[in-house]
């Protein structure tokens, strides 16, 4: 889900293989994608929960997709 809001943020996926060799080849080295590099206006929290969701090591992204949907709840209602 992480995925999908940063392609709906930023208008392409996050990742866009060439070649099957690129898609099952690692990715560790690359960048990871931070929302605020196009979207600095975005709350800070929306950008942590989005790129927690993104985050290359499971033990580093949110536990549940219920505490995924809790930090989107929280950053949509810090910003209204």
Wanted: aromatic share 4%; hydrophobic share 45%; net charge negative.
């Amino acid at each position: 889900l992480g995925h999908i809001l940063i392609h709906l943020l930023h208008g392409q996926p996050m990742f866009t293989p060439t070649s099957r060799e690129e898609l099952r080849a690692p990715r560790g080295n690359e960048a990871h994608y931070q929302v605020a590099a196009d979207h600095p206006d975005a709350p800070a929290v929306l950008q942590q929960a989005i790129e927690r969701a993104t985050a290359r090591h499971p033990e580093q992204r949110h536990a549940s997709m219920s505490a995924f949907v809790a930090a989107l709840d929280t950053a949509v209602a810090l910003d209204l």
